[in-house]
Structure formats: structure tokens, C-alpha cells
T-cell receptor, first 114, second 116 residues
Framework: DTAVSQTPKYLVTQMGNDKSIKCEQN?????MYWYKQDSKKFLKIMFS???????INETVPNRFSPKSPDKAHLNLHINSLELGDSAVYFC?????????????FGPGTRLTVT | AQSVTQLDSHVSVSEGTPVLLRCNYS??????LFWYVQHPNKGLQLLLK??????LVKGINGFEAEFKKSETSFHLTKPSAHMSDAAEYFC??????????????FGRGTQLTVWP
């Protein structure tokens, strides 16, 4: 049983295209996150949803739009892809009222924009 | 504001020798601290966590870390390195209060190389 899963694992696309990455967790957590990991391995939070409500929205281009249809899913849609969007995107989940808020990560989606 | 500094970007050890990965943190509140490991082309796996109970925390795969408030440090150690320990290690601090409750702040990572 995979706790946090992401699809696809690899995504290669051209500049200007629109793409989506899906994330699902079966841990019963109420909070989900999207992170971007750049080529130097630095992890930066992008978004967080708690019970389907957006609670963290970092300074990312508005071409990125998260959607949470329910507590177990958090998808990331990216419009008009640019070369700089190439990175590994990680989904994570946690129980917001738990302590100490450890997060469980998915395997990542490697996005390559050509 | 919360922040994490991993003092070494790369650490190399021989198999069977001790591992020390250094981490200093800055936190406005009593922090929660974590170490995560990332093997090549994999996601992040939680190694261990500090909550405010025991200052010496034991994790998986023989790793442990000691929370030292006076030094604002949370160094990761292992008595004897194994080839399978070669990976990227992230020290992480979490907000426990305030408007950013639950947010994680990652260090830049330490790449551990283990030589045979």
C-alpha cells in the first residue's frame, strides 16, 4: 500500500503546454502540500491545503493552480509551461492537529520542459 | 522566523566509520525538528523527529540525533556507516505556533558519500 502516490512519475513536455500532476494519500491525513525541488536539491513549499481549504500559498506564478477535490487528493495544474518549471515536484501529507507535524512524501514527479 | 543551516554540503566517510551530519536551526518558538533522507530518484523518508520529549532521539537504520537548545543544534549521527546510507539528508524545522503552524523549513541538504 503506497501512502502518498503521485502520477505521472515522469513528465516531458514542450514549452507553452498545459499539464497536471495528481496526488493521492491513503493515510487519512487532513493536510496536503506541494513542494518544488530544484536542480540543487533545494525544497521549497508551493501550496498547502487543509480540509480542502488553501492555507499556504507561496509566491509562485499564477500559472500554477492547485485543486483539492477532497481531503485525500491534491492536484497541481500548470499552464503555459516554461523552461524554468523543470524540476521535481513532491506531494506530501500530514495531520494538521497532530504533533509534531511530520509530513509524508510521495515519490515525486520529474517534470522536464523542452 | 524559522531557518535551518546544514553546515556541510558534502560529507564522505568510509564504510564502518562514524557519520556526523551537522545542523543548526533558528526558531522563534519551541521547535519540532526532523531529519529526512532522500535516496537517488526517490521521495523523502522520515529518519527521526524531535518533539520536546527526550533530547536524544533514535531513528530508523541506526541513526540518532541530539537536540541541544543552548547550541541550537540538531546533529545527526550513526556509529557505523553502511553503503546503503549514501543519500541526501535534510534537516527540517517546523513551526509549532503562529500563522504558519505546521510549515516545514528545509535545510539545503547534505550529500553523504560512503566509500567501500
Amino acid at each position: 500500500d503506497t501512502a502518498v502516490s503521485q502520477t505521472p512519475k515522469y513528465l516531458v513536455t514542450q514549452m507553452g503546454n498545459d499539464k497536471s500532476i495528481k496526488c493521492e494519500q491513503n493515510l487519512g491525513h487532513d493536510t496536503m502540500y506541494w513542494y518544488k525541488q530544484d536542480s540543487k536539491k533545494f525544497l521549497k513549499i508551493m501550496f498547502s491545503y487543509n480540509n480542502k481549504e488553501l492555507i499556504i500559498n507561496e509566491t509562485v506564478p499564477n500559472r500554477f493552480s492547485p485543486k483539492s477535490p477532497d481531503k485525500a487528493h491534491l492536484n497541481l495544474h500548470i499552464n503555459s509551461l516554461e523552461l524554468g518549471d523543470s524540476a521535481v515536484y513532491f506531494c506530501a501529507s500530514s495531520q494538521f492537529n497532530g504533533s509534531p507535524h511530520e509530513q509524508y512524501f510521495g515519490p515525486g514527479t520529474r517534470l522536464t520542459v523542452t | 522566523a524559522q531557518s535551518v543551516t546544514q553546515l556541510d554540503s558534502h560529507v564522505s566517510v568510509s564504510e564502518g566509520t562514524p557519520v556526523l551530519l551537522r545542523c543548526n536551526y533558528s526558531s522563534s518558538y519551541s521547535p519540532s525538528l526532523f531529519w529526512y533522507v532522500q535516496h537517488p530518484n526517490k521521495g523523502l523518508q522520515l529518519l527521526l523527529k524531535y518533539t520536546s520529549a527526550a533530547t536524544l532521539v533514535k531513528g530508523i537504520n541506526g541513526f540518532e540525533a541530539e537536540f541541544k537548545k543552548s547550541e541550537t543544534s540538531f546533529h545527526l549521527t550513526k556509529p557505523s556507516a553502511h553503503m546503503s546510507d549514501a543519500a541526501e539528508y535534510f534537516c527540517v524545522v517546523s513551526d509549532n505556533r503562529g500563522s504558519t503552524l505546521g510549515r516545514l523549513y528545509f535545510g539545503r541538504g547534505t550529500q553523504l558519500t560512503v566509500w567501500p
